[in-house]
């Protein structure tokens, strides 16, 4: 059973936003250089990387995605009461 996630993530303001980074991430731009650019989370400057984190640390909608996911995956868009994020499973423990 999976207890934490390291994971990382960008935030923007719209699915339109998200959408495009979907996009752009599965035409192999760099997770980490469109983290720096374009999320909205101060986490941004650190390549949008939050660390490890257990169960209820975070909102539930991107918890759900986050412990959903598989290591090396990029889930979302993820939707939630910030905005809508694009998440990088980097670890499982």
């Known amino acids: 059973m999976v207890r934490q996630v390291h994971a990382a993530h960008i935030?923007?303001?719209t699915e339109d936003q998200a959408r495009d980074l979907?996009?752009?991430l599965n035409n192999g731009e760099s997770f980490d250089e469109l983290a720096k650019r374009f999320s909205t989370c101060p986490s941004g400057?650190?390549?949008g990387d939050l660390g490890w984190f257990g169960k209820d640390m975070m909102v539930p909608e991107f918890e759900k995605a986050?412990?959903?996911g598989k290591e090396g995956e990029i889930v979302g868009p993820v939707k939630s009461?910030?905005?809508y994020h694009?998440?990088?499973i980097i670890g499982l423990k």
Do not use: P, S, W
Request: net charge positive.
């Open 45 to 47: 400057k650190k390549c």
């Open 22 to 24: 979907q996009k752009r």
């Open 81 to 83: 009461q910030f905005g």
């Open 86 to 88: 694009m998440i990088k």
């Open 66 to 68: 986050a412990f959903g």
């Open 11 to 13: 935030l923007v303001k």
